[in-house]
T-cell receptor, first 111, second 111 residues
Framework: QKEVEQNSGPLSVPEGAIASLNCTYS??????FFWYRQYSGKSPELIMS????GDKEDGRFTAQLNKASQYVSLLIRDSQPSDSATYLC???????????FGAGTRLFVKA | SQTIHQWPATLVQPVGSPLSLECTVE??????LYWYRQAAGRGLQLLFY??????ISSEVPQNLSASRPQDRQFILSSKKLLLSDSGFYLC??????????FGSGTRLTVV
């Protein structure tokens, strides 16, 4: 079983729609959860951090965490073509020193 | 503010040649430092992490090694490169349980 799983996509949404990205993880003791955006050929960029159950909103982005279900999601509202990228879910292990990344979901936003 | 520098940006090396990639962080003390590798179209694989000078933890058995000679310097090395060492190498730093800031990456092609 992979430690952090994501649907590889691609996920295609029209401009202005809501994009929903999902992630599950296996380590029940995980403490920190992150979403990174990676444009083709570039390094990942941290866009959201979430540490407790519930929702966290930052601009057009909302991260959702459900520790009981071991599930993390990212919602992107009013999607723009510039949001087209690979989104990586990442989970920090129980010890707090290592972060495990999912393989990423490719998102295409059609103009 | 904190910045992370990674070089070189691209590298083409013959099989059997040595490797040295360097990463430095500015604006913070005693950061956690990481080396990740991303194969084409794949997720990020943790190679090494360090929580202090001279302290290196290896995650994947391979012909690579890492060193941390100074607090904010992290070096990835190999004595003899293999074709399978090709990939996108990323250095990152973080505080414990926090998200990563990645360097701009080194794209290594072993020929």
């Amino acid at each position: 079983q992979k430690e952090v799983e994501q649907n590889s996509g691609p996920l295609s949404v029209p401009e202005g729609a809501i994009a929903s990205l999902n992630c599950t993880y296996s380590d029940r003791g995980s403490q920190s959860f992150f979403w990174y955006r990676q444009y083709s050929g570039k390094s990942p960029e941290l866009i959201m951090s979430i540490y407790s159950n519930g929702d966290k909103e930052d601009g057009r982005f909302t991260a959702q965490l459900n520790k009981a279900s071991q599930y993390v999601s990212l919602l992107i509202r009013d999607s723009q073509p510039s949001d087209s990228a690979t989104y990586l879910c990442a989970v920090t292990n129980t010890g707090g020193f290592k972060t495990i990344f999912g393989a990423g979901t490719r998102l295409f936003v059609k103009a | 503010s904190q910045t992370i520098h990674q070089w070189p940006a691209t590298l083409v090396q013959p099989v059997g040649s040595p490797l040295s990639l360097e990463c430095t962080v500015e604006g913070t003390s005693n950061p956690n430092l990481y080396w990740y590798r991303q194969a084409a179209g794949r997720g990020l694989q943790l190679l090494f992490y360090s929580v202090g000078i001279g302290q290196i933890s290896s995650e994947v058995p391979q012909n690579l090694s890492a060193s941390r000679p100074q607090d904010r310097q992290f070096i990835l090395s190999s004595k003899k490169l293999l074709l399978s060492d090709s990939g996108f190498y990323l250095c990152a730093w973080s505080e414990i349980l926090e998200g990563y800031t990645f360097g701009s990456g080194t794209r290594l092609t072993v020929v």
